[in-house]
């Protein structure tokens, strides 16, 4: 049956009953886990051309070159060179013209608890094709060894399976990462897809699928659109993080960031170093009634790549997970800016699990590295109230804890805000956006005003007559904005 779902045995036996698919193993860290299903399920030869495992640190130096890092996204790279041109020098001129070759290679540490490695295949979806090529970053999360070598051998198998079959459906591909097993046992924080097997796919949508597919809580991809892992952003790194829906982005939303990272660079234990920021969505700000609009969240992607920043996708619904999974890669402090209307996700006791420790185990979690939380005031449009920590109402009982996080100044208000943007809201400048009311265009950042009209982003049309264009849906707009 065509859509019928295959174990890794049947797997790797289809891939070695294919008579065109023929290339080269490389596994370094973990033993030749992947290279062992082919052999295990029968018929290998007419699919394994080479195994090698360069397991000596020298050995692989000699092979691959030198290298700082030999669990890295570089190592991986290096290997999948050199060995699929190994490949083709020996193989192409007798087997080329009926041959799509393929080279698999890995490289991994496996640890008594979290293990973690590189993982990829450059391969040609048809013989004689130009190479494409597949790779991701994996953590492992049994705990014992063999079980991580068993995993990571499972997770081999059907990545090469969903370049040689599911190439043309991407999330489909993504999906299958999992099969025999499950995101207790392994997580894919990171994947990228390149070359003609792939074309038109856009590696921001993959980080979204990856965190849609619960095959890891968060994926971030650079200014440029490159998916990266996060130790290679954040490691032995201060941080800054805006989190929001960013639809659209506007001068309000850069305010709270920039004088939020004002205070932030002040602080002493930074000693200068400037902080990687990173503007967070969560699936929570991209999903309407209607789900993920994948076009939508590329909209909000684009501009903030235009503004130059780092987006992260998650699934952090609370803000001390966020904290914690950011300190599994840093120990250096983070900065959080935030309106102060959203001081209310931070102290509602609610939002935290009892089998995290409640309200003062998920404030552990949050202010660990330590964190700090800088906080812009909000206006009540209704009442003209002014909002800011100095006057937020706390709860009574948590009046002597909030006092204490204020008092040492994990707790900031910001002071230094433009005024002027306070009653500005993205939901109306949204609206005008998509009714063609010009005064958006004083509401968002400049180098964002061209590029929104030049791709129509946000539903704009140009400016029509007034009263011919339809206001947004309520189904687009119900999430709910936490800093402007």
């Not at 691959?64 to 290997?79: H, I």
């Not at 991809?221 to 960013?246: C, D, I």
């Not at 006791?349 to 700090?372: C, D, H, M, T, V």
């Not at 002597?400 to 500005?424: D, G, W």
Request: hydrophobic residues 40%; proline residues 6%; aromatic residues 8%.
């Amino acid at each position: 049956m065509p859509n019928e779902k295959l174990d890794t045995r049947q797997k790797a036996r289809q891939i070695n009953q294919d008579a065109k698919r023929y290339g080269t193993f490389a596994e370094i860290g973990a033993g030749q886990e992947v290279a062992r299903w082919f052999f295990r399920v029968g018929g290998a030869a007419r699919t394994v051309a080479k195994t090698i495992s360069a397991y000596d640190m020298a050995v692989s130096d000699a092979i691959y070159g030198p290298t700082e890092r030999y669990v890295s996204r570089a190592r991986l790279k290096a290997m999948l060179d050199y060995e699929y041109d190994l490949l083709l020098e020996r193989l192409e001129s007798k087997l080329g013209d009926k041959t799509a070759f393929f080279v698999f290679a890995n490289t991994v540490a496996t640890r008594k608890e979290r293990g973690d490695g590189w993982m990829g295949i450059r391969f040609q979806d048809q013989p004689g094709a130009d190479p494409s090529e597949l790779y991701l970053h994996v953590r492992m999360l049994d705990k014992e060894n063999v079980r991580q070598q068993e995993a990571l051998g499972i997770l081999g198998v059907n990545l090469l399976y969903g370049a040689c079959y599911l190439h043309r459906d991407p999330p489909a591909l993504i999906r299958s990462l999992l099969d025999d097993l499950t995101w207790e046992r392994i997580e894919v924080d990171m994947i990228h897809f390149a070359g003609p097997g792939f074309a038109g796919v856009d590696n921001r949508l993959m980080a979204l699928q990856l965190v849609r597919g619960d095959l890891t809580e968060a994926a971030m991809f650079t200014a440029h659109g490159e998916a990266v892992q996060w130790a290679e952003v954040l490691y032995n790194k201060p941080v800054m993080v805006l989190r929001g829906s960013f639809r659209p982005v506007t001068k309000a939303t850069l305010d709270v960031l920039e004088r939020g990272l004002e205070q932030f660079v002040r602080e002493p234990d930074l000693q200068g170093e400037s902080p990687v920021v990173l503007m967070e969505m969560t699936l929570r700000h991209l999903t309407t009634a209607g789900g993920v609009d994948e076009t939508d969240f590329l909209h909000r992607a684009d501009t903030l790549q235009a503004l130059g920043q780092t987006v992260l996708v998650s699934n952090f619904r609370r803000f001390h997970r966020l904290a914690a999974y950011l300190s599994r890669y840093t120990k250096r402090p983070l900065g959080i800016a935030l309106g102060a209307s959203n001081l209310q996700e931070i102290l509602d006791e609610s939002f935290y699990n009892e089998s995290e420790g409640g309200l003062l185990g998920g404030l552990g979690q949050l202010f660990k590295n330590p964190a700090r939380l800088y906080v812009y005031p909000h206006l009540d449009l209704e009442s003209g109230l002014l909002m800011t920590v100095e006057n937020y109402p706390v709860p009574p009982r948590l009046k002597h804890l909030y006092a204490h996080l204020v008092e040492n100044r994990y707790i900031q208000a910001i002071s230094n805000y433009r005024s002027e943007l306070l009653p500005l809201r993205r939901r109306d400048v949204l609206a005008r956006i998509q009714a063609g009311d010009p005064a958006w265009e004083e509401q968002v950042p400049p180098p964002l005003v061209e590029l929104i009209k030049r791709r129509h982003l946000f539903g704009w049309q140009g400016n029509p007559q007034a009263g011919t264009a339809s206001p947004p849906s309520p189904s687009r707009l119900e999430v709910q904005e936490p800093n402007r």
